[in-house]
């Protein structure tokens, strides 16, 4: 469970649990690949960590930003 940084305030810039997970899903898998970047770190930890201060560039489908 993810306590720190809160929840809700990661869902609050993605804008819903499932976009969140999704966004941290998909940058954890992008991490794996490069094991020279996180160190002993976990994928989903570093992924977590860039949301948290806005380092990651989220682009959402026009279908989701349209409401």
């Not at 809700?8 to 970047?37: F, I, S």
């Not at 570093?46 to 489908?61: M, Q």
Request: charged share 25%; aromatic share 6%.
């Amino acid at each position: 469970m993810i306590n720190n940084p809160p929840v809700n305030e990661l869902q609050g810039k993605v804008g819903t649990r499932y976009m969140l997970v999704t966004v941290v899903a998909k940058r954890a898998r992008q991490l794996v690949l490069d094991p020279e970047r996180i160190g002993n770190l976990k994928p989903v930890s570093v992924a977590v960590d860039e949301l948290y201060d806005n380092k990651l560039n989220i682009k959402f489908p026009e279908e989701y930003t349209a409401r």
